[in-house]
């Protein structure tokens, strides 16, 4: 008998790992939205220092909660690791050109949606399918 019946299969592995961080991702957007929507007191500051209004964390809680619901959605968690990763990008930049402080919690972030992107890049295959 051999030993590899009992390792997990590559597919099936890479599907938990998928899983793994989807759920943390959906976790830390849907609370970063929930403080946004709330309007803790840093935040306000953060997005008036930004200088496009208090309409624009409103907007960005919107768009990371609709990110986060896709993340734990069976096929459709690519478009929202892609959504949030676009997101996470003008954070980044956000953070460098304009706050002048440390993108780190933004590149992880981003990192993370990448790998989501990347373990689940058959969805984007079969969305643009369905679309071509």
Not at 8 to 13: E, G, H, L, N, Q
Not at 43 to 52: A, K, N, S
Not at 89 to 104: E, G, M, R, W, Y
């Amino acid at each position: 008998m051999s030993n590899s019946a009992s390792l997990p299969r590559p597919a099936k592995a890479t599907a938990v790992v998928a899983w793994v961080i989807q759920v943390l991702l959906a976790v830390a957007f849907l609370a970063a939205a929930s403080a946004k929507l709330v309007g803790v007191p840093m935040l306000v500051e953060v997005f008036d220092q930004i200088g496009v209004g208090q309409w624009f964390r409103i907007v960005t809680a919107l768009v990371e909660i609709a990110g986060a619901i896709a993340l734990l959605v069976p096929g459709l968690a690519a478009l929202g690791a892609a959504l949030l990763g676009v997101t996470m990008v003008f954070a980044v930049l956000t953070h460098i050109v304009i706050l002048h402080n440390s993108p780190a919690a933004a590149v992880v972030l981003l990192l993370l949606n990448a790998a989501v992107l990347w373990l689940r890049r058959d969805q984007i295959a079969k969305l643009w399918a369905r679309l071509s």
